[in-house]
């Protein structure tokens, strides 16, 4: 109770409509000259289902509810990321 | 009310499953289809929380899918935040929630709507995300847009009063890395602006009142009508010299209201042959308050916003939890290619720092407490899960 009124809100949303807009540029522009240094057949152990993010997406959201009702925190918990390009 | 407080959250998470499914998918191949049975018990605090989800996943083609899910959850007990002991809580929630995901070369494209019900709250939410690899499939980037209308109310007696409606907007951006061929690591962002009635109506801020017998009163919380939040979350796992994995994530959290979180977590994963997987974990949390958080007020109305909700308190909790995977179908039965069960149980222990019990301490308990010097309030709880997951 150290302000009687909240802080007023950052403006992170043109970030972040920056950030996308950033993203989708790097997609257009075809980043395939960078050479992978962890070759395709060097990935079975990534690909391995305990190096999974996430194997059970129901639980892992059902935890983050537990969780979420309960703290101030939320969000960034692992909905963004992805996979390990092992295929 | 604890409902009330899971209400607040239950869209994020189901849009966080939604991410999750497009997370668990490695760009450029969908998943196997797959149908899921869930059920979940929360013990602690007061409260009881048992939860029953069904979900399918099936592909209509090599590149498009469809997921179904609907999950019940029902409330029951007295949480620390119903004073009065005749006021047990019963409540049911009902949400279903649809999928599509596209492939298309190395980009998952995932649009996903849910419907939240329940008596005194409804919930709608639409999201879209993108998945692209990249730089030779070593990088894996992913958008998400978040879109969110609910309308809030309060259940007197069984007659409901709509309060307002709220609104959120939310993006994810993460990021992640195959570093070497043992380790890979990620970035997660996450912002989120809320908008229109953001206090949970069933539970109160406490001002000091010589005329009444307790010493104190209890009255409406107000709230800021706009919250805005930020998160941070780095993970990286790493594939030990024998077959096991370990993972380790941070997570920072800030938002307008003056809240910061520091979300520490620690996971061990352990397979035995290809039939048993054992995981172990930890996970500590802690936060400060929210500025216009108070255990008890001076007065009535003594600033323009004023909260008591133990979500805003400044506290820490911590949990240990093991899961256990078996599959017991691992050469397949008629349609189905594999099947697993899962037993998985967490214990937390939360600890508030500025929220006080006020329910079994006060003037009349022995010995007496005078207002603001009850002592602080903590609790144990317990999460059971046990699933099935059968894929085909």
């Known amino acids: ?87 | 009310m604890d409902a009330a407080a899971i209400r607040r959250s239950v869209r994020r998470v189901a849009v966080l499953a939604a991410l999750l499914l497009v997370r668990a998918t490695t760009a450029g191949v969908l998943p196997d289809d797959r149908a899921d049975l869930f059920y979940s018990k929360y013990s602690g605090g007061g409260m009881d929380i048992t939860g029953e989800s069904v979900l399918v996943r099936k592909k209509i083609t090599e590149n498009l899918a469809v997921e179904a899910n609907y999950f019940v959850d029902k409330v029951s007990g007295a949480s620390i935040d119903v004073l009065s002991q005749a006021s047990q809580i019963k409540d049911t929630r009902k949400q279903k929630s649809g999928t599509l995901e596209y492939v298309h070369d190395k980009t998952t494209y995932s649009l996903s709507y849910i419907n939240s019900v329940e008596n005194d709250y409804k919930s709608n939410t639409t999201s879209f995300s993108l998945k692209q690899d990249m730089f030779g499939d070593l990088t894996t980037l992913t958008l998400g847009y978040t879109h969110t209308n609910d309308g809030v109310g309060e259940n007197n007696g069984g007659a409901i009063a709509w309060l307002g409606h709220a609104q959120s907007v939310g993006y994810d951006v993460g990021l992640s890395q195959i570093l070497s061929k043992n380790l890979i690591a990620g970035v997660n962002v996450n912002v989120i602006t809320d908008n229109g009635y953001l206090a949970n109506p069933y539970r109160s801020y406490r001002y000091l009142d010589s005329g009444n017998a307790k010493g104190y009163s209890l009255a409406s919380q107000i709230y800021p009508d706009t919250r805005t939040s930020t998160a941070v979350q780095t993970e990286a796992k790493y594939y030990l010299p024998y077959r096991a994995a370990i993972t380790g994530s941070y997570r920072y959290f800030s938002d307008t209201w003056g809240i910061v979180g520091n979300t520490y977590e620690l996971d061990y994963t352990h397979p035995i042959s290809n039939i048993w997987i054992l995981e172990g974990s930890v996970r500590f949390y802690k936060q400060n308050n929210a500025n216009f958080y108070s255990d008890l007020y001076q007065f009535a109305g003594q600033y323009n916003f004023m909260a008591r909700d133990r979500n805003l308190a400044a506290g820490q909790n911590t949990t240990i939890a093991a899961k256990v995977t078996y599959a017991f179908l691992p050469d397949g039965w008629k349609m189905f290619k594999r099947a697993t069960a899962t037993f998985d149980v967490s214990r937390i222990a939360y600890k508030y720092t500025d929220f006080r019990n006020i329910k079994y301490y006060g003037i009349s308990s022995n010995p007496s407490y005078q207002p603001g010097t009850e002592p602080l309030y903590s609790f144990d709880a317990t999460v059971y899960q046990i699933y099935m997951s059968m894929f085909f």
């Open chain 1, 1 to 87: 109770m150290n302000n009687l009124r909240p802080a007023p809100p950052i403006r992170l949303a043109p970030l972040f409509r920056w950030a996308l807009l950033a993203g989708g540029l790097l997609l257009v522009s075809g980043c395939g000259n960078i050479q992978p240094w962890v070759k395709p057949y060097e990935r079975d152990r990534l690909a391995d289902p305990i190096m999974a993010w996430e194997r059970d997406s129901v639980s892992a959201a059902y935890l983050d509810h537990v969780r979420e009702v309960r703290e101030g925190s939320r969000g960034a918990t692992g909905g963004a990321g992805g996979g390990c390009g092992c295929n």
